[in-house]
């Protein structure tokens, strides 16, 4: 996340109020959302009705979402369906 905020009145474009309260709006959203417990490079089991049963390692997330890469392919879980490898 950036400290710094660019003035949009400097680079020839208007600020509307409006415009600049509802991207602090999406900010605070974003930083109170869903937080994922894994991180790049732990190796998990993903269980899930519609992917079925996968071990892997996560490659990416965001918000809920992670990547996780196995040996048959990728596939995308919600992280409440992973769980750490034994």
């Known amino acids: 996340m950036k400290a710094h ?3 949009l009145a400097s ?12 991207m602090i709006r999406d900010r605070i ?4 959302g ?5 991180r790049v490079g732990d190796a998990v089991v993903g269980d899930d009705p ?3 049963r996968h071990e892997g390692i996560v490659m990416t997330s965001r918000g809920s ?4 890469s196995t040996a048959t392919g990728v596939f995308f879980y919600d992280h409440r ?3 750490r490898q034994d």
């Open 29 to 32: 959203l974003m930083i109170l």
């Open 34 to 38: 869903p937080k994922c417990p894994y």
């Open 65 to 68: 979402s992670v990547e996780l």
């Open 81 to 83: 369906h992973l769980r």
């Open 5 to 7: 905020v660019p003035d």
């Open 50 to 52: 519609y992917n079925g």
């Open 11 to 22: 680079m020839g474009r208007p600020v509307r109020l409006s415009s600049l309260i509802m």
